[in-house]
């Protein structure tokens, strides 16, 4: 079956910091990578996504690429703020395979200090 | 709307009772996920719809649990003599029919059964 393991959280980070937050997966076929985040008393929002190999997917300064040998698809920002404080999911969609489940991680509750 | 509304936002109960769970998705988008967050299981997937047909209602956790679409648009999500194990956020999302990979999620409905 398909899984998703990301970091334990919670992550506290002072503003400016720089961050990762690991995603590793496993899944039978060839899945699509995401990550969504959820700011406090928010519902799920998309982040960013990657549908094949070597894909960087960005948006606000994240980055995450697939990588296919090593399975994982971890998170960065250079440069984090405040307003990032946030719980962060990693997920998988093996759509090729005629998923349309998303198998989420547990999530990664990041905090931002000033 | 803009977006994927849910309705009840919060919806407290007492265990035996019957609730039911609205989701109104994207205009257009003809397919339709329900998921649940909790603190002990994350994020699980319940069930899909593409259009009014369920194929897959794997993801519902026991025979309490069912939901109904109608029309292409509205679901219902409704669980039968509560138990407190099913306090929970229920999230819906909505896509259009063949981007499984681009689900929006609503802000969620959160049930605490006492």
């Known amino acids: 079956g398909n899984s998703v393991t990301q970091m334990e959280g919670p992550v506290t980070l002072s503003e400016e910091a720089f961050l990762t937050i690991n995603c590793t997966y496993t899944a039978t076929g060839y899945p699509s990578l995401f990550w969504y985040v959820q700011y406090p008393g928010e519902g799920l929002q998309l982040l960013l996504k990657a549908t094949k190999a070597d894909d960087k997917g960005s948006n606000k300064g994240f980055e995450a690429t697939y990588r296919k040998e090593t399975t994982s698809f971890h998170l960065e920002k250079g440069s984090v703020q405040v307003s990032d404080s946030a719980v962060y999911f990693c997920?998988?969609?093996?759509?090729?395979?005629?998923?349309?489940?998303?198998?989420f991680g547990k999530g990664t509750k990041l905090s931002v200090i000033p | 709307g803009a977006g994927v509304s849910q309705s009840p936002s919060n919806k407290v109960t007492e265990k035996g009772k019957d609730v039911e769970l609205r989701c109104d998705p994207i205009?257009?988008?003809?397919?339709l996920y329900w998921y649940r967050q909790s603190l002990g299981q994350g994020l699980e997937f319940l069930i899909y719809?593409?259009?009014?047909?369920?194929?897959?209602k794997s993801g519902l956790p026991s025979d309490r649990f069912s939901a109904e679409r109608t029309g292409g648009s509205v679901s219902t999500l409704t669980i039968q003599r509560t138990q407190q194990e099913d306090s929970a956020v229920y999230l819906c999302?909505?896509?259009?029919?063949?981007?499984?990979?681009?689900?929006?999620f609503g802000p969620g409905t959160r049930l605490t059964v006492l």
């Open positions: 205009s257009g988008h003809t397919a």
């Open positions: 997920a998988l969609i093996d759509s090729g395979a005629g998923s349309y489940q998303l198998t």
């Open positions: 719809f593409q259009g009014n047909s369920a194929p897959d």
């Open positions: 999302a909505s896509s259009l029919g063949g981007r499984v990979d681009e689900q929006f």
